[in-house]
């Protein structure tokens, strides 16, 4: 989990349009909802300022990289996953969860010097700290206390331990993590952003409103072709009364764009369902603009166009 346990991680947000287009004003919606996934509500993103790709430095040195660390979200975003690589060679990797039958949070953090480290704990006030025991060759037990933080320009991971039973502590390390900043970097912002467009697409036809209160910030607006403009409350309502039922709700031709900490999407959705038991099928062109918060990407703004031709693909 640090240095030579060799830090720790714990941090990284999401998106998209669609919901634009959940209004009777603007013929809208489908049939049968799904469920909502398992792992969509607010405390399973907790960590979620953590995902993303990083650079790692010592807060001592901070001219000086010394890891490179990945973390995404796998099996179906409920578990937050760890890549960690420093430059001597050590490598590892963590996996995160929230347990919500102890609403708790568990990390296991394993590496190729064969260490295992568990972790539990949660949030506290705007620090995310996790607690654990390493059992030491000698036979001695050593505390270990994480936290990691979002703060300006990245993440803050810091470690304390006692080898006393927590009666006094002693800094372990102190790292910044930093987004790194070549292309690879912003492929994963794209791949990113593109799959909070189509979560938030599966959330929409699944009138999902907790996944899209996550997603959306909360001055959010969309403007339609028709001269509509919705704000996030109008969305959250129309999916909480379900009037809106969806067949489809899918986007193609997708594409996006990164500057810096701005993302725009651009795509063309079909949806195809019943509002209110009248029937509506069709196509539109659509743009999301999302910001990169220190708790990840949000969708701040979306725009649509008019329903296409129906001759049009």
Not at 94 to 123: E, M, P
Request: contains cysteine; charged residues 25%; glycine residues 8%.
């Amino acid at each position: 989990m640090s240095r030579c346990f060799a830090r720790k991680r714990i941090l990284a947000g999401f998106l998209t349009v669609a919901a634009c287009f959940t209004f009777a004003g603007d013929s809208t919606q489908a049939a049968t909802a799904t469920k909502p996934s398992p792992c969509s509500t607010p405390e399973f993103h907790q960590l979620d300022f953590w995902a993303g790709d990083w650079d790692v430095f010592d807060t001592e040195n901070p001219a000086v990289q010394i890891a490179r660390v990945t973390v995404d979200r796998i099996l179906d975003g409920c578990v937050l996953r760890e890549d960690y690589q420093d430059n001597d060679g050590h490598k590892g990797q963590s996996f995160s969860i929230y347990d919500a039958a102890v609403k708790a949070w568990h990390q296991s953090w394993v590496t190729n010097r064969g260490q295992l480290l568990l972790l539990d704990g949660g949030i506290r006030g705007d620090e995310f700290v996790l607690n654990a025991t390493e059992h030491l060759l000698d036979g001695r037990s050593k505390l270990i206390r994480g936290t990691w933080k979002p703060v300006k320009g990245g993440v803050r991971e810091t470690a304390l331990t006692s080898l006393d039973n927590g009666k006094s502590w002693k800094p372990w390390f102190d790292l910044m993590f930093r987004l790194h900043a070549d292309r690879t970097s912003t492929d994963l912002d794209q791949r990113t952003v593109a799959a909070l467009d189509t979560k938030y697409q599966a959330a929409v036809k699944a009138n999902d409103a907790a996944t899209m209160d996550r997603i959306l910030a909360d001055d959010f607006v969309l403007s339609t072709g028709s001269g509509k403009k919705y704000t996030k409350k109008d969305l959250l309502d129309e999916a909480r009364s379900r009037r809106v039922q969806y067949e489809r709700q899918e986007d193609t031709e997708q594409t996006v764009q990164v500057w810096g900490d701005t993302a725009v999407l651009t795509a063309k959705l079909w949806e195809k369902g019943t509002d209110n038991g009248k029937p509506f099928d069709y196509v539109v062109w659509f743009s999301d603009t999302y910001v990169r918060t220190p708790k990840g990407w949000i969708y701040v703004f979306g725009q649509s166009s008019l329903p296409l031709p129906k001759t049009s693909p």
